[in-house]
Each structure stands twice: as C-alpha cells, then as structure tokens.
C-alpha cells in the first residue's frame, strides 16, 4: 500500500533559453553538486531527463531549504539543447513542463530564442523563473562558490553590484516588455502574479541553491495537485525524439508523465499518418552517474513510472513523430486508445487554406508555433507538416496559385537529397531557419521585394 508522498510524482521541470545562454551549464552544476553531496546514487539519470530528489536538493540549497516543509520527491530536470525545439515538450495538449527554467545571459539580454521561449511559456500558460545566468562574468565579480545569492552580493563591490543590477534591471524591463511583471525573486509576493528573477552562475554555482528553492517552492505551493497520480495507471508519455539505435532499430525517447510503462505493454503512438500500435521490446534508460548526451550503454528495466525519461525500443516506430503522445493500452480497449492519440493530433490546430505556403517543421510542437506566428503575420497555409522536406512538399508547393505562396518554410528541417534536383527544376523559393520569426521575416522581406 502506497503512503501519500508514494503517489505524488516528481515535478517536470523544463530548461529553455538562447543558445549558449548556459541551459546545460546550469544542469551540469546541479548534477554535479549532487554528485559531490556524497549520496550515491542520489541523483538518477533518464533519458533527456535528470531526476534530483528532495533530499539532494535541501543538501545543496543549505539554510534556504526546511525539506520538512515539502512532500514532492524532487525534480524532473529536462534540458533542451539549442538544436532540438523545446516546442516539441507538450502533453495532452498543454505543455509536458509543469514549471520552467528560462536561462538568460545577464550581459546578453533577451535574444530571438529567449523571445521565442516566452512565446510559447505565455501560450501554454506555463508558471516559470528566470534564471539571469554568469553573474560571475561581472567585471570585478568575486566568486563565492555554491553560496546563495544574497551572501554573494555582499562579499561584491559595490561598483560590481550596481553593474550586475544595471543588467538584471534590463532583463526585468525586457520581461515587462514581454508583458511579464517581473522583480528580483525575494521581492515577489505572489508568484503567480510576478516572474521571479535568480541572478546565479551555473559555473561557481552561487545563487544555485536559490533557483531550486525558488522551484520546490512554487511546484509544492501552486502544483501539488497536479503531482497526485495513479502510480499503477496505464502510463503516458510524450516522444522527445525518435533515433536509430543500433540493435534496436528506430526507437522513441520519451518523457513518462502520468503513471506506469512496462516491458511487453501494447502501446498507440502518433505517427506521421496515423497512429502506431506495437509492442515494447526494451525499456532503455542510462546507465546510473553517466552523461546523457553521450551515454551509449543502456541497462534495460522492467517499468519506468512517471515522472520518469526512458528509451522506448518497439517494431514500427520509425515514422513516430516527435512530440507526439505515447500511451499505454492495458486494460482498455485499443480502440479508444487509438481514438485518444488521434483526438490528441488533431488538437495541433493548423488552419489550412485553398491557397499559400508549404510548411515543414521538426515537431508537433514546433509546427504548431510556425501555424500560430504566420497566422499573426497573416500568411496562409496551404499544407503544413512534421518532417524534412521532401519531393512531394516542392510538388504541393507548385499548385499555389498566387506567385508569393509557391514556397516553402522549412523550421529545423533538412532538404531530403531526392527533393534537391526537384527544388532545382521548380519555380518555389524555400526558406529555412531555425527561429522562427527570423524565417518568417525573411518570408514577409521576400514577399515585400516581389510586390515592388
Ligand atoms: P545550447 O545547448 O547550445 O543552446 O547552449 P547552452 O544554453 O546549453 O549553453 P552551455 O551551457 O553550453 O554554455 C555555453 C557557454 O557558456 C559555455 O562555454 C559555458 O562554459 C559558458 N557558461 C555557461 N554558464 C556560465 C556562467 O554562469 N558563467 C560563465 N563564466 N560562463 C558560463
Ligand atoms: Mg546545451
């Protein structure tokens, strides 16, 4: 039998940022700080995904932390490297994220991905902080390794303190710009009303301790709600990214967020056509203490539980899709299932019309933001789709009826090499970027240039 804190998962918490702005950094500082508080074992490696428990995250945030005070098991730490859209994170169509994490360099400000992260953090509707990252990067900075932030800023000079405010205040205006009230995190009452600022540095790791109980404060506070589960439900899950994995073939990593996957389960997954139905034949999940990204060895497992990563190896799962859903069929009937995944596809609104562009997109989630940003921009979509661009895309894009609409706009996606000599003989003009307001710029400079 299951006691209360059993039956309460792990918070999902979500990475976002500008390139380069320290996502990573930041994740290996946590990491990395769990590693050396000594409990073995203590943090857990997932797929796309690491696991830091309650008691990891009160050794690390010290004084600031009474872990008495909070009955979640920890957090789910999922970062989104810049290459791979963090847009893909849904789940039953809202976001997979129960919190975020937005990493902004203090000296670089907002840049075109922060903007876009925002986006969708407002569309969603997703509760987040501000993590105003390389504090240690202010002129005359002096580092106070692993402190909270407000110990730090009084071993700082004054000069060096009023160079760094000058930077979070910048950062604070650019949110307000963004329509987020925001102010430094030990100012905010109401976290529901005002974005909170953590100035901190993912490499001295000062200010660390305050962004994680900045954190568990929020998800105990505002989430506990949503954390209570069916530990032994039929499990659900959202596809991060489909690989080859050799020996395996084309398998699924995915984010388990709502009860139990097993070994040999028939599960329904979305796929480009339509849904998928197979059968796990591997569960695959890092081996203990080993970095993700390069992680080559798996240690197959029997069940994974929310809020868990895991490696999904099953037949068919090539033409998966990422971000699509993932259940578990157990003790319903497929049917319904399948229906279910199928409902869920269909909540990816894209408005089609009789004339305008082809577009492309790496994800669910990505081509969702693409058909919301060119309905703002009023450009019509003729076709929209996950996947590289292929042959047939060059082939729908040529029966646009007005000159400007004979294109393509591809996010994140590769120009399949059968598609080249075709794009060659055809009059479209093809668009790729991997922000999206910078290609839609470059559409709408395009359009701009042909109507003169
Ligand atoms: P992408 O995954 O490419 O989007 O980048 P990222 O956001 O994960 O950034 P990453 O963590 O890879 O950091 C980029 C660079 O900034 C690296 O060279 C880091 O060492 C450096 N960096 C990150 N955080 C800090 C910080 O707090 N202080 C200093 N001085 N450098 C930092
Ligand atoms: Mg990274």
């Given at each position: 039998?299951?006691?209360?804190a059993?039956t ?8 976002l ?13 946590i990491?990395?700080?769990a ?5 073995a074992?203590?943090?857990t490696?997932h ?26 098991p ?10 791979h859209?963090f ?19 203090v000296?670089d ?7 876009e992260?925002?986006?969708i953090?407002?569309r969603?509707?997703?509760?987040f902080?501000?993590a105003?990252?390389?504090v240690?990067?202010t ?52 976290f ?32 506990k709600?949503?954390?209570?589960i069916?530990v032994q439900g ?11 994995e ?21 599960i329904?997954?979305g ?14 999940q890092?081996r203990?203490?080993e970095e ?22 099953a037949?068919?799962?090539?033409r998966?899709?990422?971000g ?6 157990r ?6 299932v ?7 596809l ?8 009789e004339d305008?562009?082809?577009v492309?997109?790496?994800?669910l ?13 009023e450009v ?6 996950v ?8 082939a ?15 996010f ?8 080249e000599t ?9 668009f ?10 470059d ?8 109507q003169?």
């Amino acid at each position: 039998d299951h006691t209360n804190a059993d039956t309460l998962r792990t918070p999902i918490v979500a990475v976002l940022g500008h390139v380069d702005h320290g996502k990573t950094s930041l994740l290996d500082k946590i990491r990395g700080s769990a590693v050396s508080e000594g409990e073995a074992g203590a943090i857990t490696q997932h797929i796309g995904a690491t696991d830091i428990p309650l008691d990891t995250i009160s050794g690390m945030a010290g004084e600031l932390i009474d872990p008495t005070d909070f009955d979640l098991p920890g957090l789910l730490f999922i970062d989104t490297p810049g290459h791979h859209s963090f847009s893909t994170l849904r789940a039953r169509g809202g976001a997979l994220a129960d919190i975020a994490v937005l990493v902004v360099d203090v000296n670089d400000g907002f840049q075109p991905q922060t903007e876009e992260a925002i986006d969708i953090l407002r569309r969603t509707g997703t509760p987040f902080v501000v993590a105003a990252n390389k504090v240690d990067t202010t002129p005359g900075w002096n580092p106070q390794d692993g402190e909270p932030i407000q110990k730090s800023l009084e071993a700082q000079s004054e000069r060096a303190e009023s160079m760094l405010n000058e930077n979070l205040y910048e950062i604070i205006g650019q949110l307000s710009d963004a329509g987020f009230s925001a102010d430094l995190y030990w100012r905010v009452q109401d976290f529901q009303k005002n974005i909170g600022v953590v100035p901190l540095s993912a490499i001295t790791g000062e200010g660390v301790p305050d962004l994680l109980t900045v954190l568990m404060g929020l998800s105990q506070r505002f989430m506990k709600e949503e954390m209570a589960i069916d530990v032994q439900g039929a499990g659900e899950g959202t596809v991060l990214e489909v690989k080859d994995e050799r020996g395996f073939g084309a398998t699924i990593d995915t984010v388990v967020y709502d009860g139990v996957v097993r070994n040999g389960d028939q599960i329904v997954v979305g796929g480009q056509e339509e849904p998928i139905v197979t059968e796990i034949r591997a569960l695959l999940q890092p081996r203990p203490l080993e970095e993700i990204r390069t992680e080559k060895k798996f240690e197959k497992v029997g069940e994974v539980g929310a809020a868990a990563g895991v490696k999904i190896a099953a037949p068919d799962l090539d033409r998966a899709m990422a971000g699509a859903p993932v259940r578990v069929v157990r003790d319903r009937p497929l049917e319904e299932v399948v229906e279910e995944v199928k409902a869920e596809l269909a909540e990816i609104e894209v408005d089609t019309a009789e004339d305008g562009v082809v577009v492309k997109a790496d994800t669910l989630g990505s081509l969702e933001a693409m058909a919301n940003a060119l309905r703002e921009a009023e450009v019509p979509i003729l076709r929209a789709e996950v996947g590289d661009i292929a042959p047939r895309d060059i082939a729908v894009a040529e029966t646009a009826n007005q000159d400007e609409h004979k294109s393509i706009l591809g996010f994140n996606v590769d120009l399949l090499a059968n598609a080249e000599t075709e794009l060659e003989n055809a009059d479209i003009k093809l668009f790729t970027d991997e922000v999206i307001y910078q290609l839609i710029e470059d559409y709408e400079t395009y359009v701009e240039e042909k109507q003169r």
